[in-house]
């Protein structure tokens, strides 16, 4: 499988601002994340990943509600991270505005960035099973002059690359940065950015990669192109995986639902919903924080033959547009306040673009060799084939963390 996602969010220049920014050192509150204890960052994280959780839940209702009949594909991780680091350098009601959307309103600032910090640490990896790369970019031209404590902060906490770029060539900028995003993401996401407003001055940019083998993969003999049910008795001809092995597997009687968890090498496991008849409105609504924590205590191992569609689809999100449904509009508006990332200027988040593209096939990771053979006991198989629309969820275990959330209504991607 390969997921793969780009944010970039716009800071365009305005008016200057009257007025310096208040005499606080948040470098010294903050602290330095390297020394912190190794318990306190996994606590922070903890809580982070809960709250991330909830908030992925209620921003896939929302996309739901608002387009019933097509695939939804985004990162709750990815989106947090570029949000919460651009709130370092926001402040006031600008502040309380990004926190209260993203669901980390209660939370301190430093607990939440240090959350961050452990997070990315835990999550970022690369073996030979499976590689994961979320990182952040700040591109600025020279006339900003950044504020060096949101530079310092932005570095230390979220391992931002800085690159000064030349934002009175639009299109140069523009190709510079396309082909960054290009490049960390192995020339999947390519041209994120479609053009610059002019004015612009700084633009940043969050990606994530991820390739991953299953633990147990799909044979790609026995893969055959078989129908996949939509609303309203409409169909479409999708290549079906096949794979028969043991798995942990529930039904939930209240949601109406069977869950199947399918994992890959390593520390990530992806989650399949698959609502009865005409339940998929009622199983999203039903999504909520504690959802895996009930899911878990019901999950037993079965010999469970599965049937999963082979798809590539790809999303991409007006997250200004998203976010004003979630009460996020000051950091689009002139009179904002984001005068911790430059004193001498206001700013004001011009455009935001969240592009995700997945990939699933039989390996899970292209090019790779194949897994063992399972020991099954002898017993008649549960069967479980995902041919109507479906939800599914991909989380690091640990924690647990939310890293993917997709709705897959049309796996032939149409």
Known sequence: ?????GLGLFLAGLLAVKGLLQARDFLETYGAPLKVQEWKGKKDARTLARRNMEFGFNLLQKLAANSPQQNIFFSPLSMSTAFSMLSLGAQNSTLREIKEGFN???????????????????????????????GNALFMDQKLR???????????????????TNFQDLEGAQREINKYVSQKTHNIINNLVRSIDPGTVMLLANYIYFRARWQYEFDPKQTKEEEFFLDKGKTVKVPMMFRGGMYDMAYDSQLSCT??????????????????????????????????AKWKSLLSKRVVDVWVPRLHISSTYNMKKLLSRLGISKIFEENGDLTRISSHRSLKVGEAVHKAELKMDEKGMEGAAGSGA????????????????????LYENSL???????????????
């Open 1 to 5: 499988m390969n997921l793969v996602l």
């Open 104 to 134: 980390f309103k209660e939370m301190p600032e430093r607990d939440m960035h240090l959350g961050f910090y452990y997070l990315l640490h835990k999550l970022n990896q690369e073996t030979q099973d499976i590689k994961m790369n979320l």
């Open 146 to 164: 950044p504020q060096k404590r949101f530079l310092k902060l932005a570095k230390t906490v979220y391992d931002a690359d800085m690159v000064l």
């Open 259 to 292: 869950i199947l968890e399918m994992p890959y090498r390593g520390n990530i496991t992806a989650t399949f919903v698959l609502p009865d008849k005409g339940k998929m409105k009622q199983v999203e609504q039903g999504l909520q924080v504690d959802i895996f």
């Open 374 to 393: 399972q020991t099954l006991p002898m017993e008649t198989p549960q069967r479980l084939k995902l041919n109507s629309p479906f939800l599914m969820m």
């Open 400 to 414: 647990p963390s939310m890293i993917f959330l997709a709705r897959i209504y049309d796996p032939s991607g149409k």
